[in-house]
């Protein structure tokens, strides 16, 4: 049962995402959008009551009494559906970031549909745009009739049918707003709709051609969802998680980013507050990698493209992330707000721009191999570029680095070697195909020495297992990878996963690595890596059942943010996580091609 007095702190379970390609809303269970930013994902949140309840701003659509809800995505769809029941009626609301007929609109628009299933339910609204995390402050001016919002270079309106009168609050306690309330009838159909645009003349749409616009959209995400090629076990978490993930390319370029959201913490302790919305090496290789898998041309061809023109652009080192539009960013911003639950910080940047992770030369090198063994060809500038690269790991593999996890303290991480070992090991296969120029030599011999330093160096006797550095018998999950990747699927690999479950287990979940039960909660990607790897080492019963288990820690909508509470389930850090749904996509495809078909009936 909710009500208008339920708290303004909300649970992030209860998050859904949608979404247009340049920008992502995330739709509470109350009606209310508290993350919104305008006009791309990276942009500073017009809409951040999520992380400042005084001064954000939001968008409030809910009953005017008491109500419970359900709601769920519209079948293959990032379209959202939720249903209201009061004591005197119901109403279904279906929210959507608007798409166009040839693609994305130039404009953002958000359209709810609240249409009346039984009885009457009086619904109230509220769009109150906020200060962009205290950088400008919201005012509203009237033209012709309608309240223009404005906010530093954006401009936003809200129009509708049947939504009721609406009313400018010009500066009211907490700022400018527009309001109103209306009621539904057995059969009506209302529409709420906001547009927004930057620095630019501002479209006023017709309803009419919204209500389509919502119907088209619907459509477009089905014809979208239509060219999977996946059919097989947990089939409904699969394109839940595909379609998660889609939500996070950024369309104007082909980019991928990590997350939706910024500075949501990592723990109640706070501090570990940090800023995915950036195309990181290895999501975009982990994501590119599942979509090709899938059968899907455009996307993968776009992010690969925009990739390796990033790179070659900004090189000729390779960076950890670039901004979504492709260039290298440096430094973090913090802003004077209190944050989700009041842990700050609140930040825009990512103090990992400037580190060295040679892991990523595995992860670019990945791509370009899944790349190619699909059939494409590489182009004579990334074969060049790439057989640098090559070299260039030849070169690095034997310095410290930060690691996967971006540590401050340089060390030579055994999962980074395996990472360099993966790139020389991809290198040589895209070389005996004649894919990138170079003799293979040169890249088949280091490979070599990689393999033979984890041997000696990345295993400890004492733990029984693959340790995350030399000279320690802590535990790190990231090495799990590489049974996926072919560095080790063998006994030593095996005892490794009994190590990790045992010493960062939580149930099937796993802490990052070993210290961080004390600092954060587990880690949603480490337990579908864990799952994967059983499935390489032929362990398939445990494989199965941990995978069935995972996937029911999901939200009711079927979204994982990045990281989940031991204890009571309840979701921490960024959300949607690409790394938490790419974990759910890699397990489930792992399994469907190596685990026998009588192991996975009625999934």
């Not at 702190?9 to 919104?36: K, N, S």
Request: glycine fraction near 10%.
């Amino acid at each position: 049962m909710a009500s208008a007095d339920a708290p303004r702190h909300t649970d992030l379970r209860e998050y859904a995402p949608i979404g247009d390609g340049r920008t992502i809303a995330l739709v509470g269970r109350r009606g209310q959008i508290d993350w919104l930013p305008l006009p791309h994902l990276d942009s500073l949140p017009v809409f951040a009551g999520l992380l400042d309840t005084e001064t954000g701003g939001r968008i409030e659509l809910e009953p005017d009494e008491e109500y419970t809800v359900r709601r769920r995505y519209l079948p293959r769809t990032n379209v959202l559906e939720t249903t209201f029941r009061t004591a005197s009626g119901s109403a279904r609301v279906t929210d959507a970031m608007v798409t166009g007929v040839a693609g994305r609109l130039p404009w953002a628009e958000l359209a709810r549909r609240i249409e009346g299933v039984e009885g009457s339910v009086r619904f109230r609204w509220r769009v109150q745009p906020g200060t962009r995390l205290q950088t400008a402050a919201p005012w509203t001016e009237e033209r012709g009739g309608v309240s223009i919002l404005r906010v530093g270079d954006i401009s936003l309106a809200v129009v509708g049918d049947g939504h009721g009168t609406a009313h400018a609050q010009p500066d009211g306690d907490d700022g400018p707003a527009v309001h109103g309330s209306f009621a539904t009838r057995s059969g009506s159909s209302s529409v709420l709709i906001l547009v927004a645009t930057d620095g630019e003349p501002l479209h006023l749409p017709d309803p009419g051609n919204v209500q389509r616009g919502i119907d088209r959209t619907v459509a477009g995400w089905r014809a979208w969802s239509r060219e999977f090629s996946y059919d097989g076990p947990w089939q409904r978490a699969v394109q839940r998680s595909a379609l998660a993930l889609k939500l996070l390319v950024y369309a104007p370029t082909g980019a991928i980013a990590a997350a939706a959201t910024t500075s949501l913490p990592e723990s109640p302790r706070g501090g570990k507050n940090w800023d995915y919305r950036f195309a990181w090496v290895r999501d975009l290789a982990y994501t590119t990698h599942a979509l090709v898998r899938f059968g899907l041309r455009e996307e993968t061809h776009a992010a690969i493209s925009w990739l390796l023109q990033t790179i070659r652009r900004n090189g000729p080192e390779l960076h950890v992330f670039y901004s979504l539009r492709g260039e290298v960013t440096d430094g973090v911003h913090e802003y004077d707000v209190g944050g989700w639950q009041g842990l700050g910080p609140v930040v825009t940047g990512n103090p990992a721009h400037g580190q060295l992770q040679l892991g990523v030369y595995g992860d670019l090198f990945a791509i370009c191999r899944t790349y190619v063994h699909s059939g494409n060809i590489l182009d004579v500038a990334t074969g060049r570029s790439l057989a640098a690269m090559a070299d260039r790991t030849c070169d690095l593999w034997r310095q410290p680095d930060s690691g996967m996890w971006e540590l401050p303290e340089l060390r030579h991480y055994t999962s980074s070697k395996m990472g360099c070992w993966q790139a020389l090991n991809d290198a040589v296969f895209l070389a005996e195909r004649d894919a990138i120029p170079g003799n293979p030599e040169r890249w088949r011999s280091e490979r070599d020495r990689i393999a033979d330093w984890v041997a000696r160096h990345g295993w400890s006797e004492e733990a029984g297992s693959y340790v995350m550095h030399p000279g320690t018998t802590d535990l790190d999950t990231s090495v799990l990878l590489h049974a996926e990747s072919g560095f080790d699927r063998g006994e030593r690999m095996a005892a490794t996963i009994d190590a990790i479950t045992r010493d960062l287990g939580a149930g099937p979940l796993l802490y990052r690595y070993t210290g961080m039960d004390q600092e954060e909660h587990t880690f949603v990607a480490a337990a579908f890596w864990r799952v994967s790897a059983l499935a390489c080492i032929g362990r398939h019963r445990e494989a199965v059942e941990a995978m069935d288990d995972l996937v029911s820690r999901a939200n009711d909508v079927g979204i994982f943010a990045e990281m989940i509470a031991e204890d009571d389930g309840a979701f921490w850090g960024n959300v949607p996580q690409a790394l938490s749904h790419l974990g759910v996509v890699s397990a489930a495809l792992t399994i469907r091609d190596l685990v026998p078909a009588e192991l996975l009936d009625g999934r």
